[in-house]
């Protein structure tokens, strides 16, 4: 993406890597030039940033479409490369992005595929990142990661093989950078993270106009505007000895920033090479001018030449423990708007990577059965479509509306796909005949066909984690009465009015008829494992009378009051602790640019001013139900909210189900909408603490960063601003009480104040913020701005003391793992099943495991692989610090893990699963006195997982 920001390269080394010898003139595949230890060493690297999605959509930048927006082919980018380097062997490149890779890939005749192969096997041409995209880190989740790297780097094997396999990560546009990305690309054996877009380290040495461009007179692409390079000392235009002093000066300034005498620069940009010849024509020139050169040796390098040159130095380096967020590339000017910017978006993204590992599941367990109607390869759709949105002009919200438009549509595409084998694989697994199950990707709107157009349906209900499950099942169903059968018979069941009438959104068909939701608890669901509910409607147009006078909900054990004069929220009672909690709407004004200062808009939180608050709460209606306890509150025309309990023991929190929107924007300004929480007598000393891509928790102070110095008065609120992708959290240290409030998709959020809380939850702008996207994020829909739904889920507690078998953290940890992972429900018709058919079925129950796992254990992956294997992949869910008697080394075999097969011919991987982890060397980096570690590695099926441990297997699993 080209923007105008202050950005540094940097190199974050990795505890993993490889060893080699030290006068190896050859790193993996790739051969370097030699450098001189006498000279400032300048590594021209030579790269193309291919954005997945940007401006155009990704079909429109790979095959030269929509050219009035980006005269932008990537197809001919890597055609051209190839072609420039095969007869020039000391050229070198740098391929980045493997979902352009393998559009092009399938498109070329073989003598293309094996000319760029054999570029890569000579060194020419280094694989660098090799993940699907390159994605954002602040608004992923980290098993997205995971998952959009190994597709990439399962795809690069396939095709170019082992010197295919990268081993540098590149992370060059991206807004901010985490550090639980850092800590997975230690797990995937790079050696080494380069990174662009941070103010920090290096800042001041590339100037507030350079990104990861080539430098200002040397770019040559045929998008560039420079003057080429005139050797010939006869002709007029020579201008070598222009070119090379201009050179000069900005090397020998950048060198004062490097520990070695070895500086790295960028030679590309966004889209770089259609035309590669005349890029690698003036480097040759370039080169060549600085063979006798007594201060700078220039040459064709590659990251992993220039990582090598740099270890031979020897540095001493330091180490950075917290992150490089927020970015921003002016006082003023902080890049925090896309952690919330286009929510609906941010959602779909989590409901399909819900639905991804249900179907890797499912179909893995189908195949290692031997279905045999099954088709593998229906996955790769939803794989690659949610390895596309992980880009950062995706999930980021950043990109126009139109490839917004198009990543919705691949990704629901993709979802169907998946799922249109479900009940194939659902009749195989449980032996039976079912009809063919739907799931209802629109009840977040109160819209299900099934349930709300027969009386009579089946729910089936699958647990994608490796414990069982108390699920929340809510349907939107028709104005009547219900009851629901399981298999110890009627389960208590509520039929409740649904949130608003905006969730009954108008189509070109007319409005959804209005209707119940209708909530029952699917109680112990079975580790990856499947249970059966019947429903029937019973009386119709059933007349609930509407209660304003509750104001208290729950009991002693967990419940909420609201206060009498403002029906909001008052106080809250949980795990042993009663706090005076209080929780509102408001909006910041987003600042239009004006008086010198950048617009909010899609990258950009700018705010005009404080934050103001709606007003008080109106009470629409009360329930005190079997299955939930809640409160419907009026904030205002387009602001709802249901705060609500349920009574099933395991749901220990208070959630808050809120609608908002149409933002309104009549007065012409744009607003920024926050909910806040506050907590009475609460000192967590301006410190919280938010997740890193949804695993560790990494501490936050106000107005302060570890590792510089800012002046927090030119922007007070964004400049406090992170991403929080999974929870936040406030600490009392005095009274050792834990506040925190978990989210399902990302969301910018800060405490700002003693005892508050915030997260931004919808955006609507009016104005540009000039960050390249060129669109005011002003997103509509059936002719009005977006309405957005989602939830919070609030839970406290004393930060030592256990409830429920586990402290506070560990609760959330649990919760949160349920919410990312939450069963796939499917419903169909009861048809013309027989009253013993469906009885049969409601009594079915399955579990592919033989027993749960602890609630520790996370079974992330189950995936089908290559040659009838799979990616198994386990994971310790808890820090050191989060509870004492569960935070420990837990001994697993898995070799009996399963019901019906063994797991056998174990090989344990880099986490991405393309190099066997016994295979990974390391680097012996130095850094402030200490060396990096090895890994350890297993082939035994007995193993253990140490806290926070993610281990990767490649299994087969044979029938029992």
């Keep these: 993406m080209l923007i105008r920001a202050t950005f540094t390269l940097s190199l974050l080394t990795l505890t993993v890597s490889r060893s080699f010898d030290s006068g190896s003139s050859t790193i993996n595949c790739v051969k370097c030039h030699a450098t001189d230890p006498e000279k400032i060493n300048v590594h021209l690297i030579h790269h193309s940033h291919d954005d997945v999605g940007w401006l155009k959509t990704v079909d429109q930048y790979y095959w030269g479409l929509n050219q009035s927006i980006a005269r932008v082919g990537v197809q001919y980018i890597m055609t051209s490369v190839a072609n420039a380097l095969e007869n020039y062997p000391d050229r070198r490149f740098i391929q980045v992005e493997t979902a352009f890779f393998w559009m092009w890939w399938q498109n070329q005749e073989e003598v293309m595929r094996q000319k760029f192969k054999k570029l890569v096997e000579n060194g020419q041409i280094e694989i660098v990142n090799g993940a699907w995209s390159m994605n954002d880190e602040a608004c992923v989740n980290y098993q997205s990661i995971i998952d959009q790297f190994t597709w990439g780097f399962g795809i690069l094997n396939d095709t170019l093989g082992e010197c295919g396999q990268p081993t540098i990560a590149w992370q060059i546009d991206p807004f901010g950078h985490t550090r639980e990305h850092g800590s997975m690309m230690t797990k995937m054996a790079f050696d080494a993270l380069f990174f662009g877009h941070d103010h920090v380290i290096f800042g001041s040495a590339f100037g507030s106009d350079n990104t990861y461009h080539t430098p200002g007179g040397l770019c040559w692409d045929y998008l560039c505007s420079d003057d080429a390079i005139d050797d010939d000392p006869s002709s007029p235009g020579y201008n070598v000895n222009v070119k090379i002093t201009s050179f000069v000066n900005d090397v020998k300034n950048y060198a004062k920033y490097y520990k070695t005498n070895h500086v790295i620069i960028t030679m590309g940009g966004d889209f770089y090479y259609q035309a590669a010849e005349l890029n690698f024509r003036n480097s040759d020139k370039l080169i060549k001018a600085f063979q006798n050169n007594t201060e700078v040796n220039l040459l064709y390098s590659t990251p992993s030449c ?111 796909e998946v799922e249109s084998q479900f009940s194939i694989i659902f009749n195989n697994l449980l032996n039976q005949s079912l009809p063919q199950l739907t799931s209802c990707l629109e009840a977040n709107n109160s819209i299900c066909h099934t349930s709300q157009t027969y009386d009579e349906f089946l729910v089936l209900v699958y647990n994608p984690l490796a414990t069982p499950v108390d699920h929340i099942i809510r349907l939107p169903v028709q104005n009547a009465s219900y009851s629901v059968e399981g298999p110890n018979g009627n389960i208590q069941s509520d039929v409740l009015e649904p949130i608003s009438n905006f969730t009954f959104i108008k189509r070109e068909e007319g409005p959804i008829v209005g209707g119940q939701d209708l909530v029952f608890v699917a109680d112990e669901v079975p580790p990856l494992g499947i249970k059966l509910f019947l429903v029937k409607k019973g009386s119709e147009n059933i007349t609930r009378s509407k209660t304003f006078d509750i104001r208290s909900f729950g009991n002693e054990d967990l419940g909420f009051d609201l206060d009498e004069n403002t029906n909001l929220l008052k106080s809250v009672t949980m795990n042993g602790q009663t706090l005076e909690i209080s929780q509102n709407f408001y909006y910041y004004a987003s600042h239009d640019g004006s008086g010198g200062r950048v617009a909010s808009g899609a990258y950009i939180f700018q705010p005009n001013g404080e934050a103001s608050v709606f007003g008080n709460a109106s009470i629409v209606r009360s329930y005190r139900g079997n299955v939930v306890e809640e409160v419907q509150q009026k904030i205002n025309d387009w602001i709802t909210q249901i ?318």
Excluded: C
Aim: charged share 20%; glycine share 6%.
């Design 306 to 416: 220039y990582l090598n040159a740099v270890y031979q130095s020897q540095p001493v380096l330091e180490t950075k423990t917290d992150d490089f967020l927020p970015y921003s590339n002016a006082d003023d000017t902080f890049w925090v708007g896309y952690f919330t910017s286009r929510p609906n978006f941010k959602y779909f993204e989590r409901v399909s990577h819900n639905i991804l590992q249900v179907g890797k599941q499912l179909y893995s367990l189908a195949r290692a059965s031997g279905v045999s109607n099954l088709n593998v390869d229906l996955l790769n759709g939803l794989r690659q479509a949610n390895g596309v949105v992980q880009h950062h002009d995706a999930i980021t919200g950043t990109e126009k509306q139109h490839v917004n438009d198009d990543y919705v549509k691949m990704i629901h595409r993709g979802i169907i």
């Design 643 to 960: 705060i609500r309990i349920y009574k099933s023991s395991s749901h220990n929190y208070i959630e808050f189900d809120w609608l908002v929107g149409p933002v309104d924007v009549s007065d012409k300004i744009g607003k920024e909408i926050i909910t806040r929480f506050q907590v009475n007598n609460f000192q967590n000393n301006a410190t919280f603490w938010t997740d890193s891509n949804g695993r560790e928790m990494i501490q936050r102070i106000l107005n302060f960063r570890p590792t510089f110095t800012y002046d927090p008065t030119k922007e007070p609120i964004a400049s406090n601003y992170y991403p929080v992708t999974s929870k936040i959290s406030i600490i009392d240290p005095e009274r050792n009480l834990q506040v925190s409030v978990l989210n399902d998709r990302s969301q910018g959020g800060s405490s700002l104040n003693e005892g508050q809380l915030e997260l931004m939850i919808h955006r609507r702008m009016l104005h540009d913020d000039s960050k390249g996207v060129g669109e005011a994020l002003n997103e509509q829909q059936f002719g009005q701005g977006i309405v957005t739904r989602g939830r919070h889920w609030l839970v406290i507690g004393s930060r030592n003391e256990t409830n429920k078998n586990a402290t506070v953290s560990a609760q959330e940890r649990f919760l949160a793992q349920q919410k990312l992972l939450q069963p796939w429900v499917g419903l169909e018709t009861t048809g013309n099943l027989s009253n013993s058919k469906i009885n049969e079925l409601i009594l079915t129950n399955y579990s592919a495991l033989t027993s749960k796992l602890t609630t520790i254990l996370n079974l992330i992956t189950l995936e089908p692989w290559k040659n009838s294997t799979y990616i198994l992949r386990l994971e310790h869910s808890l820090e050191l610090n989060e509870d004492p008697n569960l935070a420990v080394p837990i001994a697993l075999d898995i070799h009996e893990l399963f019901q019906d097969f063994y797991v056998e011919n174990v090989q344990e991987m880099t986490l991405g699963a393309n190099k066997r982890l016994e295979t990974v060397k390391g680097y012996n980096w130095e850094y402030l006195g200490h060396m990096t570690k090895k890994n350890t590695y297993s082939d035994d099926t007995f193993i253990e997982m140490k806290p926070m441990d993610i281990r990767t297997f490649i299994v087969e699993l044979n029938r029992k």
